[in-house]
């Protein structure tokens, strides 16, 4: 089912994947936002955002260790770009010899699902020039300094309208062992309408909400970009435990 956007506000100061440009996120409507301080040019590696990343942050999965998340120390920045850096360093290999290696870094991404009160799943339909519209929780990249929780909070108000109350760590993870950045997904309770949505022109958002059985069987779709997001809706579709795991870990009081 489809809802209508609140009305909508300013141009969002980011989105995903477009520069972050715009107003800071306590303006109102109407207010002309100053232009967000820009990415500096150098930083050294242990500033880089979520770099390194804690142990506890992978859960139990081992193949998400703290190692995937970390630059090696004298890695050396070669490009910088709006959102994405780019990273080589000299690795040695198993011969002994030693080879050029890359990352890439960006900002961290959160995103919240949120439960409406009528318990229904909200998320959005986003489309952006650059793609075709995807499935995704409201959601974008945090600014610098910002903690995970409250970006999360920020970017749903920003994409829905709606603020919650109470927002629910649900899981992290790293998407690709060269892209050195983190995933914070969350859970958004106790909704209430804010009225108000901060878009960029450069992105189309469309209210999206889901029963659970309409939400789990979300992960066939290829419409859901996120890869994580799609294992969990498939593990429960699969196994009736951890379907009624997530059941309960959405709908907790």
């Not at 956007?5 to 520069?19: N, V, Y």
């Not at 990415?39 to 955002?49: C, D, H, N, Q």
């Not at 142990?55 to 139990?60: A, C, D, E, K, Y």
């Not at 290696?101 to 229904?120: H, M, T, W």
Request: with cysteine; hydrophobic share 35%; charged share 20%.
């Amino acid at each position: 089912m489809t809802l209508p956007l609140p009305t909508r506000e300013a141009p969002r100061a980011h989105a995903r994947g477009l520069s972050r440009q715009g107003t800071p996120p306590q303006a109102v409507s109407g207010t002309p936002r100053s232009r967000r301080p820009s990415y500096p040019t150098s930083l050294a590696v242990g500033e880089l955002r979520g770099v390194p990343h804690s142990p506890s942050s992978t859960g139990s999965r081992p193949w998400l260790s703290a190692k995937w998340g970390k630059l090696p120390s004298e890695a050396k920045r070669v490009f910088t770009g709006r959102i994405f850096s780019v990273w080589q360093w000299e690795q040695q290999l198993y011969n002994g010899s030693t080879a050029i290696f890359e990352g890439i870094s960006r900002p961290d991404y959160v995103c919240a699902i949120g439960i409406l009160p009528n318990q229904k799943l909200l998320l959005v339909e986003d489309e952006q020039p650059d793609r075709p519209a995807i499935i995704t929780p409201a959601g974008g990249q945090l600014e610098p300094g910002e903690e995970p929780s409250a970006g999360a909070g920020r970017e749903f108000r920003e994409e829905t309208g709606y603020e919650a109350r109470q927002l629910v760590p649900w899981f992290t993870y790293q998407p690709n062992s060269k892209l050195f950045m983190t995933c914070h997904f969350f859970i958004a309770r106790h909704l209430t309408a804010h009225g108000q949505t901060a878009l960029e022109a450069g992105e189309r958002i469309t209210l999206k909400q889901y029963t659970f059985a309409e939400f789990v069987a979300l992960g066939s779709d290829p419409a859901v970009r996120d890869g994580m997001l799609r294992i969990k809706l498939l593990e429960a579709q699969l196994d009736p435990q951890k379907k009624q795991d997530l059941h309960h870990l959405l709908y907790a009081r």
